[in-house]
């Protein structure tokens, strides 16, 4: 069994190549579990990982000659992870069309024609909510996306549905919260501040709060992410009927919850690195997320949240021994 | 001001080119009413409408520079009512995308790079609704297409929404009931017998019930349609506020209802000429549609549907002597 992963270079992409790898079998769409005897890593540059069992492919997941050719008999399931994000998506309107619907639609496209029916999962995002919300987004709350990012998730979704509707593919969305803590170099996610005032005051660098410490925001943990990303592809296609797009559960967590985190992992000296600087940009911009949300339909289909914080804090110390302390 | 009309072949294109032409003058986005100095129609044929004021042009709407060449420095307003119709999208996938989705997204580049921003129009559908529906849908039921053309649809309309929100055009889309009566020859609508079981039989000819006579759908009549299309296109921007997508109103009808009216209008000559041939394929599609609505919203708008259903078909009649009384 053939694995392929778009926006395999990204941080949630190599973190699934290296629980694929260190797993060594894959529960798809109900089945036996299968051993995964080859993963294609696809994303516009080469990630770093390096496996006999991964091939690392760099190419334009909007050209469709491309991703025809990734798409082999072989490939028996697709994790699409390769977006633009949030940030990016607002900032280069064109670009955020071209990555995050054209690609979703042209990688459709390949799986249609390629005879066998494959499994894939399509990494949505909880920025298909916005705007005029109610106190809680539950499973009947409809999607009103106030950013060109959420626009094209949402999109995206509509044609994995259909896709999956007239039999072509066997697709699942999934919501994904805000990743907490993300470890790395920030990226052009407008929620980046979320991961950054844990990140960097563990690093011994210095982070900006440009919101409010009680603002709130839905999160998951990037182990908790992968956990439900191999839920949804492993489970029986009948578990998901018509309805392709769900809402991962998450953490409700307010900004001072964090820092009171940091202060148990890193000590006062962290949370002094924190320098709040209130951006009515931003804070415009993040008053607009869903913070809070009742996740019934995917916690009656198996999928599980992080505990509660520390252990997300806790997870990425351990995952990262050499981002911290210093 | 000059009109570009999509889909302007089509029978609501010609109903509202006669109406566009009569009236003379127009209004959009709350502004005083301007002359019609011109209107370009637009199809992949060429409409029957002959006027010094009309340019017909025949073209494909999902090419860019054809549609780029549409939309010159005169446009000011743009009504979007090209489609392939839902049995087609249906039996034609790639054909609907092609149409509904990536013709529209041409359209929306075309004008976003057009230099002023114009008011666009954009005609959607109830068929964005469908399967697990509550008993009356109202303005916060999550639309869930079960067809390809509702799904190319609700794209279209994400598209619009988030063109408008960036400035790069101020469009409205309005989800239209089924239109009933539709004049002229059956097209590929799946709804097509609604209309169907009235024009035939008062025309002489036999028509087919492929649903139980109590089956209800959600109508308005192309009147009332085009009426709502100008209303649209003519509110002051700030009365849309940043949803730009809207559940038109219309009216709850029984199939039994129509055969009622028909009664009256064609006596029992013309209701013996229906005949009742349940299709199970027909009946499992139709109950997926909507039919009862709240169209709270659009109400509050000014939005106006027909009174009754007896004067839908006084409508047809009137406006379509030559089709009656064979």
């Known amino acids: 069994m053939k694995i392929l992963i778009t926006g395999a270079a990204g941080f949630l992409g190599q973190q699934l190549i290296d629980r694929l790898l260190s797993d ?3 529960r798809l769409a109900g089945a036996e579990p299968v051993p995964v005897d080859g993963i294609v890593g696809f994303d516009q540059v080469i990630g770093a990982h390096r496996d006999p069992r991964l091939t690392n492919v760099a190419g334009d997941i909007s050209d469709a000659a491309t991703v025809e050719a990734l ?14 994000v949030s940030g990016t998506a607002e900032a280069d309107f064109d670009l955020g069309l071209r990555v995050n619907l054209d690609g979703t639609r042209v990688l459709l496209e390949a799986l249609r024609h390629r005879g066998e029916r494959p ?20 499973d009947r709350t409809t999607p009103t996306p106030q950013g060109s990012y959420g626009i094209q998730k949402l999109a995206g979704e509509l044609l994995v549905q259909d896709y999956s509707r007239k039999g072509f593919v066997d697709g699942r969305c999934v919501r994904v919260p805000t990743v907490v803590v993300r470890p790395g170099a920030p990226n052009g996610a407008a929620s980046g501040f979320a991961s950054g005032i844990i990140r960097e005051p563990l690093a011994g660098l210095e982070a900006v709060l440009p919101v409010s410490a009680q603002t709130e925001m839905w999160v998951a943990s990037p182990r908790a992410v992968i956990d439900m990303f191999l839920h949804a592809i492993g489970l029986p296609e009948a578990a998901w009927g018509w309805n392709r797009m769900l809402n991962l559960p998450g953490l409700t967590v307010s900004m001072q919850t964090e820092i009171e985190a940091l202060r148990r992992f890193g000590g006062e000296a962290a949370v002094a690195r924190i320098r709040h600087e209130p951006d009515e940009r931003i804070m415009r911009l993040v008053r607009t997320w869903a913070a809070r949300f009742d996740p019934r339909r995917a916690i009656g289909m198996g999928f599980r949240a992080d505990p509660d914080f520390d252990s997300i804090v806790k997870a990425y110390v351990e995952a990262n021994p050499g981002a911290v302390g210093r």
């Open 24 to 26: 060594g079998v894959i």
């Open 71 to 84: 798409v082999d008999a072989s490939v028996g399931a697709v994790f699409h992870l390769a977006a633009v």
């Open 119 to 138: 499994v894939l999962l399509f990494s949505s995002s909880i920025a298909v909510f916005g705007g005029d919300l109610p106190e809680v987004v539950d």
